[in-house]
């Protein structure tokens, strides 16, 4: 049975249907309003959308499919997933999938799980070697294609683990921002899924029934840095709703005077006559303090 055929035997409800188009509606505005926030895609850009095989990055294509019969300007999609070799992988699920949305699409073949598994020691942490290795493979196809922005599928829980992440464990006041240019200059990529609640996605996945491929690298280390963040912002949002859009909205409004970061603020620049303070006056108010 097709993914598209599953799909229609799930949604057998009017409740489901009702559903599933509210997730829709939800999912294409805030992505639709990332797109707008920071001039994300444009007219004629070929936009490559990677696959990794899990709901993000399914969620990502299928919403950016829409946007595309019905945005204002004309852009195009090529979907791209990088076959790492890990041993089971199911190297037909994506081109069926993929062929039977009539997508153009390519696949990379880049035996990088066997250049992490030589690298990395046993029980150690994958992910970052993992990343770079994956990274350099898709952004050389993007640069060899002609592609003008690389999609992710990070949503805006991704974006708030790396927030604490990066706090906790870096000593960084930095996250995921939602669109960047590569270190090498050559690729800009973009989160379109930036404003996107991960359990939206996961709801959406299951209601679209994606079929996912789970990552045998990594999918075990449950002991991540980035799992116990993951479950910290799940028992904010649990128990103090709107904790995670707070936090989110501050992202959206740094104040780099109230912070302590030389280089983002001049603080040894900073003198009252800078200000307009007058010194007796100010002279004054210390006298009142220290009688």
Request: charged share 25%; proline share 5%.
């Amino acid at each position: 049975m097709t993914p598209l055929v599953i799909v229609t035997t799930m949604l057998n409800t009017k409740k489901d249907r009702t559903e599933l188009n509210k997730l829709h509606k939800r999912l294409r505005r805030n992505v639709g309003s990332a797109i707008a926030d920071f001039n994300m895609i444009e007219a004629g850009d070929k936009v490559m959308v990677c696959l990794s095989g899990g709901k993000d990055s399914y969620t990502l294509l299928d919403i950016l499919l829409h946007l595309q019969k019905t945005a204002p300007i004309e852009f195009d999609i090529l979907a791209v997933n990088l076959d790492q070799k890990q041993p089971g992988f199911p190297e037909h699920v994506l081109p069926q999938y993929l062929t039977e949305l009539g997508v153009p699409f390519h696949i990379i073949e880049n035996d990088t799980y066997s250049v992490v598994k030589r690298v990395i020691p046993e029980g150690q942490t994958t992910c970052s070697l993992c990343s770079r290795l994956r990274r350099g493979s898709l952004y050389g196809y993007a640069k060899q294609q002609g592609v003008t922005k690389i999609a992710l599928g990070h949503h805006r829980d991704d974006i708030l683990e790396t927030f604490f992440l990066n706090i906790f464990y870096a000593g960084k006041l930095k996250a995921m921002p939602p669109k960047l240019r590569s270190d090498d200059g050559h690729n800009i990529v973009i989160r379109p899924l930036a404003y996107c609640k991960e359990k939206d996605i996961a709801q959406y996945a299951e209601f679209k029934a994606f079929p996912i491929i789970p990552c045998n690298l990594c999918g075990s280390q449950e002991n991540l840095q980035r799992q116990v963040m993951k479950k910290m912002l799940e028992n904010w949002d649990k128990n103090t709703p709107g904790r995670l859009e707070s936090i989110f909205s501050s992202l959206q409004n740094v104040a780099p005077s109230q912070l302590a970061d030389n280089d983002l603020f001049d603080f040894a620049g900073l003198h009252l006559g800078h200000l307009g303070v007058d010194s007796n006056t100010d002279n004054a108010g210390l006298d009142i303090l220290t009688k």
